[in-house]
């Protein structure tokens, strides 16, 4: 089965930045679109991020447009994604996950298609 590792997470004040990854091994990960997800204590799973392996599309959620930037390092088989400007309200434990169709990503992805491949997580928490 394919595996994704996230790493990055960690403690940063409101108003800061963190750069978590997500690194792959046993498959190319410029073949697959990858999904960026959060999860809260009592809440459900939500998309916030994605990157397409087809058409180079990418898509954020509404609270973080302008704040966040997903890419890829082709040469690390990584994909980041790049947390600025962070709020307490982004607290959770973040997934990368991957799908081989290289479908456009956009609103809806999370709930749309199917990411069979998932990372263990990484904690994320922002606090003063």
């Known amino acids: 089965q394919l595996h994704l590792v996230e790493s990055g997470g960690g403690l940063v004040q409101p108003g800061g930045s963190l750069r978590l990854s997500c690194a792959a091994s046993?498959?190319?990960?410029?073949?697959?679109?990858i999904g960026w997800f959060r999860q809260a204590p009592g809440k459900e799973r939500e998309g916030v991020s994605c990157?397409?392996?087809?058409?180079?599309?990418?898509y954020y959620a509404d609270d973080v447009k302008g704040r966040f930037t997903i890419s890829r390092d082709s040469a690390k088989n990584t994909v980041y994604l790049q947390m600025n400007s962070l709020k307490p309200e982004y607290t959770a434990v973040y997934y990368c996950?991957?799908?081989?169709?290289?479908?456009?990503?956009?609103?809806?992805?999370?709930?749309?298609?199917?990411?069979?491949?998932w990372g263990q997580g990484t904690q994320v928490t922002v606090s003063s």
């Open positions: 996950a991957a799908d081989l169709a290289p479908f456009s990503c956009s609103a809806g992805y999370a709930s749309l298609h199917h990411f069979g491949s």
């Open positions: 990157i397409s392996s087809g058409d180079a599309s990418t």
């Open positions: 046993g498959f190319t990960l410029d073949y697959y679109t």
